[in-house]
T-cell receptor, first 117, second 115 residues
């Protein structure tokens, strides 16, 4: 079954304690992206990756890091989480060829609800 | 640049009412347009899409027509059900001839249907 898998689904952590949210897709998609969803703000892109070893900042990258060492995995790293990073996070993947979209849908993970206290 | 403006919510309707959620966009080139739906506790999933002007996307009784002249992609359903309660996102993919590299999402519209 084609899917994007995020872990964990729920996480409560304390300010400053490094954490990683994993994202894995089994569809061999080139493009992967992280979003955060906040009430009244919709989806905002944090980082995206066009392919292995190619990552770039989205609209709200501050306080986050990503890596893309393999095509299937795109972890989101919070080196020193703060309460303003409390949010619902989604990973997504899309098939592309280089920088050309294929006009197909984005596949989303189930989401990770993060609370930083 | 590319942008999507979506009707603000929340929208509350009675069962069997007619639904319209407005979406307009700004884009250069030949974008594709999408509606995604997010049911409670779940991730987004594609509801329907249209890849060129005058195309109509449809799924589960929902429809939306890609109108280039009005730069719109409004979501409609003739008779909503309680199970349609969800958050709906309009989205734009810049397309293969654009230098832009990311999908643009609207802010989402929360829909609640009363029995």
């Amino acid at each position: 079954e084609a899917q994007v898998t995020q872990n964990p689904r729920y996480l409560i952590t304390v300010t400053g304690k490094k954490l990683t949210v994993t994202c894995s897709q089994n569809m061999n998609h080139e493009y992967m992206s992280w979003y955060r969803q906040d009430p009244g703000l919709g989806l905002r892109q944090i980082y995206y990756s066009m392919n292995v070893e190619v990552t770039d900042k989205g609209d709200v990258p501050e306080g986050y890091k990503v890596s893309r060492k393999e095509k299937r995995n795109f972890p989101l790293i919070l080196e020193s989480p703060s309460p303003n990073q409390t949010s619902l996070y989604f990973c997504a993947s899309i098939p592309r060829h280089g920088d050309r979209t294929m006009n197909t849908e984005a596949f989303f993970g189930q989401g990770t609800r993060l609370t930083v206290v | 640049g590319n942008s999507v403006t979506q009707m603000e919510g929340p929208v509350t309707l009675s069962e069997e009412a007619f639904l319209t959620i407005n979406c307009t966009y700004t884009a250069t080139g030949y974008p594709s347009l999408f509606w995604y739906v997010q049911y409670p506790g779940e991730g987004l999933q594609l509801l329907l899409k249209a890849t060129k002007a005058d195309d109509k996307g449809s799924n589960k009784g929902f429809e939306a027509t890609y109108r280039k002249e009005t730069t719109s992609f409004h979501l409609e359903k003739g008779s909503v059900q309680v199970s349609d309660s969800a958050v709906y996102f309009c989205a734009l993919d810049p397309g293969p001839y654009s230098s832009a590299s990311k999908i643009i999402f609207g802010s989402g519209t929360r829909l609640s249907i009363r029995p």
